[in-house]
Each structure stands twice: as structure tokens, then as C-alpha cells.
């Protein structure tokens, strides 16, 4: 297969510059470079700094609609993978903290939570289970709630996730 990773992602948001302090202070993204005034923010994880951005977002204006309903045509959300459970329990904080945190969800293959940012545009933070540690009865892709604190006594804090790339 040719395609190997999602490289970057764009979104029309209401306001870049506004938008971008979601994912600055609470998704700890950095801002790699701006268009404009206020036009474009080009952002990366600081995680993976050696993609020249992973997120880019355009201001469209204050008068935009809001994101599309469930089941129409669209965007649902973008997933972010952390590298261990540890990370996923700091940002289920700063999600909490932020007052941005809208689901958390048992997935069987990965542990996942949900944030909505400034546009109300759906985020999943998600850590995937190893291949190895997988268990073919108990982790079947399914969507069920997340018990993080058992999730951390079956798979301890540091374990590093699948590589997906």
C-alpha cells in the first residue's frame, strides 16, 4: 500500500487564531507558521515535529455555520494517538480541565477520548492497544465506555502503543 499515515489535516474553523488556542493549551500542538492576519495556522504535534504541520486551520468568518450533523455528509472527527496510557490519562485531564471533553470509549483495538473544540468540531485522543497485547475475545472492535483506571491495571502506564505508521 502507497499511503503509509495521515499526513495533515485542514479545517475551515470560524477563527484560526481563536481556534488554535484549543489546540495549543489543551491538545499541546505547537504553531509551526502563520498566513495572513489571522487567515491560516499551520500547527504540529509536539510529539512529531518533523512533519512541517499536522493540522492546518483557515478562518472563514464569524457568520460560518456550525459543524454537520450526524449521518450527513462530512467531517465526524479527527483521531490524535498518544504514545502510552499515561498521556491519555494527562489529557483526559486537560480535557476535563478545559471543559472540553465529550465521550470516552472502550473500542477493543484502542482506548479513546472525545473533545469538541471552539467550532465544535469532534476530536478523538485515542491510544491503540499492541497487536500482542490484544485478546481475541475480549477485544474485539466494539464501542463500549472506557474504564481507564482498569484499562491502566490490565495494561500498566508505559506501554508503548501499536505503531500505526
Known amino acids: 500500500m502507497a499511503i503509509t499515515r495521515l499526513n495533515h489535516a485542514v479545517l475551515w474553523v470560524r477563527d484560526a487564531t481563536a481556534s488554535a488556542s484549543f489546540f495549543t493549551e489543551v491538545l499541546e500542538f505547537e504553531i509551526a507558521s502563520t498566513v495572513g492576519d489571522g487567515a491560516g495556522v499551520f500547527l504540529r504535534s509536539s510529539a512529531d515535529a518533523k512533519n512541517d504541520h499536522d493540522l492546518a ?5 464569524a457568520d460560518a455555520g456550525g459543524p454537520t450533523e450526524r449521518r450527513n455528509v462530512g467531517m465526524y ?4 494517538e498518544v504514545p502510552t496510557l499515561r498521556e491519555l490519562l494527562r489529557m483526559h485531564e486537560r480535557l476535563v480541565a478545559s471543559g472540553t471533553l465529550v465521550g470516552m470509549s472502550n473500542h ?3 482506548k479513546s477520548l472525545y473533545a469538541k473544540d471552539l467550532d465544535g468540531l469532534e476530536h478523538e485522543i485515542l491510544w491503540a492497544v499492541p497487536t500482542e497485547l490484544l485478546d481475541p475475545e475480549r477485544d474485539a472492535v466494539t464501542t463500549a465506555p472506557l474504564d481507564l483506571d482498569a ?3 490490565r495494561f500498566g502506564l508505559d506501554v508503548a502503543a501499536r505503531v500505526t505508521a
Open 57 to 61: 486551520l483557515f478562518s472563514i468568518g
Open 77 to 80: 472527527h479527527l483521531a490524535w
Open 108 to 110: 477493543g483495538v484502542s
Open 151 to 153: 484499562e491502566v491495571a
